[in-house]
T-cell receptor
Framework: GENVEQHPSTLSVQEGDSAVIKCTYS??????FPWYKQELGKGPQLIID?????GEKKDQRIAVTLNKTAKHFSLHITETQPEDSAVYFC???????????????FGAGTQVVVTP | DTEVTQTPKHLVMGMTNKKSLKCEQH?????MYWYKQKAKKPPELMFV???????INESVPSRFSPECPNSSLLNLHLHALQPEDSALYLC????????????FGPGTRLTVT
């Protein structure tokens, strides 16, 4: 089955700096890669996602890049703010696979701390 | 609107109790999911309902019983739980069973005593 590795496990950044979280996946059939942000006491929030037919996607201060050949994808947060502090999870999935309906394989998570 | 609601927010139950968790969405989504999340771990998939039919059961013990009364509601019936079942139980929904754009609720924090 799919295995997703996520690094680093913790990331401390100064406010205004950039943060990068990297994930690798094992199943070359995976074609959908969402990122979730989970604040303390809340459910995961979908913040950005990318499909395998796209190499990069941006939404304001966040961006995701995908390298299908190397089987890795990354989350980039620019101009970090204290409210970006949270646990971030990457995930991989095979859209349309009838034997794994909607199953997301999550990475272990990255605790991001933004210090003012 | 991408809101999934879950009740209750917190639940404490004994090992002999029977309780139910409830989840609701009004986005017209046709797939709904139950996840279990332990502290400092990612969510683990338990069940997937697609078009009100159980599509995936990730070998979950029978003391957890899911139910999908209609396309907007999802229940998780709990019976004879163990202390190790204490966790955050998350509900999610997506447009269809493909898994694209799953939206999570806030979760129910369950403690089994």
């Amino acid at each position: 089955g799919e295995n997703v590795e996520q690094h680093p496990s913790t990331l401390s950044v100064q406010e205004g700096d950039s943060a990068v979280i990297k994930c690798t996946y094992s199943d070359s059939a995976s074609n959908y890669f969402p990122w979730y942000k989970q604040e303390l006491g809340k459910g995961p929030q979908l913040i950005i996602d990318i499909r395998s037919n796209v190499g990069e996607k941006k939404d304001q201060r966040i961006a995701v890049t995908l390298n299908k050949t190397a089987k890795h994808f990354s989350l980039h947060i620019t101009e970090t703010q204290p409210e970006d502090s949270a646990v971030y999870f990457c995930a991989a999935s095979i859209l349309g696979a009838t034997d794994s309906w909607g199953k997301l394989q999550f990475g272990a998570g990255t605790q991001v701390v933004v210090t003012p | 609107d991408t809101e999934v609601t879950q009740t209750p927010k917190h639940l404490v139950m004994g090992m002999t109790n029977k309780k139910s968790l409830k989840c609701e969405q009004h986005m017209g989504h046709r797939a709904m999911y139950w996840y279990k999340q332990k502290a400092k771990k990612p969510p683990e998939l338990m069940f997937v309902y697609s078009y009100e039919k159980l599509s995936i059961n990730e070998s979950v013990p029978s003391r957890f019983s899911p139910e999908c009364p209609n396309s907007s509601l999802l229940n998780l019936h709990l019976h004879a739980l163990q202390p190790e079942d204490s966790a955050l139980y998350l509900c999610a929904s997506s447009q269809d069973g493909s898994g694209y754009e799953q939206y999570f609720g806030p979760g129910t924090r369950l403690t089994v005593t």
